[in-house]
């Protein structure tokens, strides 16, 4: 063979290696990651359609010049493929299946040498090859769940022929990123190393399968034939699965019950029988409402971070942060900014709560060594990054400060002027607050342009989302210092603009308005949640605001009134405040809408408590016969139309924010997209319709102008 013989493109190149070895190289021209795109893919035909006319060939290594393997499938354009005719889904299905068994079936010995990242159709090409040698730092998996779909490309035909078949349920139902060492151990991998021994490892593998010290051909055998279970063993194998699978999925997520049945239709077959019924069961869930809003979700997270990256170029590196509040909230944001390496100061008035904030910390920590995801070293190095103090004495060094004390104007007006005479001028000051707006706390600033809101969720280390809020004087320098500080800490950050209540509490108020209005209308409070829950949302309204705290939801009730009264104001005062005057207060103090107990592991646990129905007697204006669907309308319409103003009013710059803001900051159900998502899912014309049924509730219940425009023009937020 010709050592000089290689093929260039903008996506692979082939060189051809000594001994009659090849190596296929993925190296997408100006990108930052390999992803399987139409490109790529028609330039691996073209290598693949080449090694099949050598006559000498010893092996091919499959590698990567990026500092990733193969992240998957260009999602962007594989989902838009996944709305046309089911034929052509099949015909691209079965096209890219005919290209990877045909890698499969080279007259040689294959190798993959993973780096980095080899996920979803990335992962299903390694699985192609005869052999996997993988960097010990690299890890490998198949997400599709996490799209509403399943690997499409031979991945559940694979998988469970090599690592069995409870293993490649697991793999593929969780859709989890594996580890180099789990990777190993279930057989996925046949070696790990260092990163700088990954090629030459490689190369000794394929070396050793030509010599015939591997039995590469076996394995190939194995990876297509029928799966190696018994008729009843398998019927037992995937119908176990099949309930537990079930039940962790949930009623509106098909995808991981999909697999189960897909793998059981095909385990008796061979690769190419097996690829088929693969390839129609895709395309089943591919052509879901599930999969398109999942899919969409993805890709407004993709935007988002694309947006959110743009910031870095105006922002202060932030070397050394600080938090004032050692609370809850403060011991979460120390917490997660040291586990991501940026060290803190944490700042209280005492010791006692020195401690609490460290307790806070050291317990998340402990957790993370529980689950053996961290080694009592690195907790060590964690919680020595963070450093409390009572005093300001080293304030001058720190980059960013958040403030996160007790949520009342006054108050923080106070520490934020105290801090802002004991840092540089140069220092970035943030509030965490939930409702109070950020022009006015910046009022009593000397430098208000170095001030913006950074909006943490509770719990801070479990919640994705940071609102940061900028205010009618700060700067760009100091929102884009708030986001990138927000990602160093692995944070998704959504600038918003400043109002009462920001983008979340600001669209979540409306919600618990409705919910009011079915409490006074007497419909029971357990009831709703169920419907609610049942509707998609993690927790019904009632134990929501149990979680949050009742007098914390007051609070913020009254701040929503006093911004926007035409539509927030109230007369009577509302239940969660009745339920307040009695010194219920949720989960905070074990008295709520339920009252809480703590199981055997300290866990909270809700229970019924009767004395809350003749508490709430007194509030119920007139008995009314609702239906299920009616109660999901009553909520959903005014937090809807609501998140409509919020992007008409510029507070959030786009519909793709707006959506990601709710799904990640409250846990809007993901299968329904967001909640402009779910407006054009139903269409604008009949959601006018439907709010118009229930315009006697008040403002809230009214869709605005532009959705009245938007409803004749038949247009929808997303395209």
């Not at 096209?95 to 068994?101: E, R, V």
């Not at 943030?430 to 706390?441: D, G, K, M, Q, R």
Request: net charge negative.
């Amino acid at each position: 063979m010709d050592e000089n013989i290689r093929i260039d493109g903008s996506a692979i190149k082939l060189v051809v290696l000594s001994s009659n070895c090849v190596e296929v190289c993925f190296d997408r021209l100006g990108e930052p990651m390999n992803k399987l795109d139409a490109e790529t893919l028609e330039q691996l035909e073209a290598v693949v359609a080449y090694l099949e006319q050598l006559t000498e060939l010893d092996g091919v290594m499959i590698t990567s010049a990026k500092d990733t393997f193969i992240v998957g499938a260009d999602i962007k354009s594989f989902g838009a493929v996944f709305t046309q005719p089911a034929e052509d889904v099949l015909a691209m299905l079965h096209q890219i299946n005919g290209l990877f068994s045909r890698i499969e079936d080279l007259p040689c010995p294959t190798v993959a040498a993973i780096n980095g990242l080899a996920l979803g159709g990335g992962f299903e090409l390694c699985l192609s090859t005869d052999l996997r040698v993988m960097a010990d730092d690299a890890k490998v998996g198949l997400p599709e769940v996490k799209l509403g779909i399943f690997p499409g490309w031979g991945g559940t035909v694979r998988l469970p022929r090599m690592i069995g078949a409870d293993n490649a349920i697991e793999w593929i139902c969780s859709g989890n990123e594996k580890r180099s060492a789990d990777a190993l151990r279930d057989g996925a991998v046949d070696a790990v190393v260092s990163g700088e021994r990954l090629r030459d490892a490689a190369l000794d593998l394929l070396a050793q399968a030509h010599a015939g010290k591997v039995d590469y051909k076996n394995r190939r055998e194995e990876k297509q034939q029928p799966l190696k279970l018994g008729q009843l063993d398998c019927m037992m194998a995937f119908e176990t699965a099949k309930g537990f699978i079930a039940g962790k999925a949930g009623p509106h997520y098909p995808a991981p019950v999909a697999v189960v049945m897909t793998m059981q239709k095909h385990a008796g077959l061979g690769r190419d029988a097996a690829l088929v019924i693969e390839a129609n069961n895709f395309v089943k869930v591919a052509q879901t409402p599930v999969c398109r809003n999942l899919v969409g979700l993805f890709l407004n997270d993709q935007l988002i971070k694309k947006i959110a990256g743009g910031y870095r170029t105006q922002a202060v590196p932030v070397k050394q942060a600080a938090v004032l509040g050692a609370g809850i909230m403060g011991g979460g944001i120390a917490y997660q900014s040291a586990s991501k390496g940026t060290p803190i100061l944490m700042k209280d008035i005492n010791e006692p709560a020195l401690q609490a904030g460290l307790g806070e910390a050291a317990g998340l920590l402990n957790k993370q060594i529980e689950r053996k995801r961290m080694t009592p070293l690195k907790m060590a190095q964690v919680l020595g990054a963070i450093r409390p103090t009572l005093s300001y004495d080293a304030f001058k060094s720190v980059d960013l400060v958040v403030e996160a004390v007790v949520e009342n104007p006054k108050v923080k007006q106070a520490v934020l002027m105290d801090v802002e005479d004991q840092v540089s001028p140069e220092t970035i000051l943030t509030s965490n607050t939930s409702t109070i707006a950020i022009t006015h706390l910046a009022s009593a600033l000397k430098r208000p342009e170095n001030f913006c809101g950074m909006h943490f969720f509770n719990p801070v280390h479990r919640m994705p989302l940071v609102e940061v809020i900028r205010g009618a004087q700060s700067s760009e320098r100091a929102v884009a210092t708030a986001v990138a500080y927000a990602l160093s800490m692995g944070k998704t950050p959504i600038v918003v603009n400043d109002c009462p209540g920001f983008l979340v509490n600001r669209v979540l108020f409306p919600y618990f308005a409705g919910f009011n209005s079915l409490l006074e209308s007497g419909v029971d409070f357990a009831r709703i949640d169920r419907v609610m829950e049942g509707f998609g949302w993690p927790m019904g309204p009632a134990y929501l605001s149990d979680v949050v705290g009742l007098d914390t939801a007051v609070h913020a009730q009254k701040v929503m009134a006093q911004g926007f009264p035409d539509r927030m104001g109230y007369a009577r005062r509302s239940v969660i405040e009745i339920l307040v005057d009695n010194k219920r207060l949720g989960q905070k103090n074990t008295v709520g809408f339920y009252r809480y107990e703590k199981d055997r592991r300290g866990k909270l646990q809700k229970k019924p408590d009767a004395s809350v129905t003749a508490l709430i007697a007194g509030q119920i204006v007139q008995t009314e016969t609702v239906s299920d669907e009616q109660i999901v309308q009553r909520m959903m319409t005014p937090l809807c139309i609501e998140l409509v103003r919020c992007l008409e009013d510029s507070v959030v710059a786009s519909p793709a924010e707006a959506d990601m803001g709710l799904v990640y900051g409250i846990g809007f159900p993901p299968f329904r997209g967001g909640a402009l998502r779910y407006i054009d899912d139903m269409g604008m014309d009949a959601f006018c319709q439907q709010a118009d049924h229930w315009s006697a509730l008040g403002a809230l219940y009214h869709p605005t102008a532009d959705m009245r425009k938007r409803a004749v023009n038949n247009q929808s937020y997303h395209v």
